[in-house]
């Protein structure tokens, strides 16, 4: 496996969504798990984040992956804390939070799904927002409190400001940030926060103390710039190309690597480029992205010596 020029506390794992869509199953739904994690192994990827298509429990994910010698990254949670009491979350998310722990994950993948538009064919501009700073507030003091109980737990809540959610834009992470205790990490995903209307490196340089986890995402600006033009919904922006993996796209992910190795980063970074594997075949996209983060980590590590 060619790692030996990346830095030993970052490991370059991916997303099976370059193989197959949990939300959009015509998007490789008849691609086997199997394939996803054979082909990440033979490419280089040192883990995997969570699909539809993985099982439900600790035993079986572990199975899964050990055939592979793959670890298990992390995974999605959805959550719908902006509905609910923190006594029914940490109900609803304990499984999960063992699921992972039990399998070496450190970090959860926290995505509020709560009146969220994501998956819908709904213009992103009709997405959720809180309308006062009470609101702000009282979310923000629940999802701390549900961040301490995860870390109590071993894992640490990585919050995924998402496309058609309550936190989209740097302003929403801005005010997210400042209103929560530093148990909630922050999952910074480049692609998001470009679509988002932010500066990624802008972004992570501002919050790169609590980053604790990383989506590579790269964009097609003209792709983009369609998107907000036409009003898009997040489907019609993955079926139309808006997204794509690092070396593809136009986000320059040299700058951000500097970023994270001069503050000692020490996690994952994850390839996650939501596409037609009919238009980008998942093994020729999957391997320029691992390739890509290969190459500028070896180069980002040498301008740090």
């Known amino acids: 496996m060619p790692t030996s ?27 086997p798990l199997s394939t996803a994690l054979s082909e990440g192994k033979e490419i280089g990827y040192a883990g995997f984040e969570l699909n539809g298509k ?28 902006a509905r609910r009491s923190v006594a029914e979350e940490i109900e609803a998310i304990t499984g999960h939070v063992h699921l992972l722990a039990e399998n070496g994950a450190t970090v959860l993948v926290y995505g509020e799904v709560a009146d ?6 709904i213009a992103l501009v009709e997405r959720p ?15 701390t409190q549900l961040a301490r109980f995860t870390l109590s737990k071993g894992v640490r809540l990585a919050y995924h400001h998402h496309m058609g959610a309550y936190v989209e834009s740097p302003q929403d992470i801005d005010k997210l940030m400042a209103l929560t205790g530093s148990e909630v990490g922050l999952l910074f995903d480049s692609g998001h926060c470009y679509m988002g209307g932010g500066e990624p490196l802008q972004v992570l340089k501002k919050h790169i ?46 700058a951000l690597l500097d970023v994270l190795l001069a503050a000692h980063y020490q996690g994952w970074l994850v390839v996650e480029a ?9 093994y020729i996209y999957a391997k320029k992205g691992y390739e890509t983060l290969r190459n500028l980590l070896a180069d980002a590590q040498h301008r740090s010596v």
């Open 5 to 31: 020029n990346t830095p030993s506390a970052i490991r370059i794992g991916i997303n099976p969504i370059s193989w197959s869509n949990d939300d959009l199953p015509a998007l490789g739904g008849e691609t």
């Open 54 to 81: 993985f099982p439900k429990d600790a035993k079986g994910v572990g199975d899964v992956l050990r055939p592979y010698d793959l670890a298990l990254v992390s995974g999605w949670y959805s959550s719908r804390l």
């Open 116 to 121: 969220s538009i994501q998956g819908q064919r």
């Open 129 to 143: 927002r809180f309308h006062s700073d009470q609101a702000w507030q009282e979310y923000a003091d629940k999802l």
């Open 209 to 254: 103390e609590r980053v604790c986890h990383v989506h590579f995402k790269d964009v097609r600006k003209p792709v983009v710039q369609l998107a907000r033009n036409n009003l898009w919904s997040f489907p019609d922006c993955i079926i139309n190309g808006t997204f794509t993996v690092p070396g593809d796209g136009d986000i320059d992910f040299s």
């Open 274 to 282: 939501e596409q037609d594997p009919a238009v980008a075949p998942s």
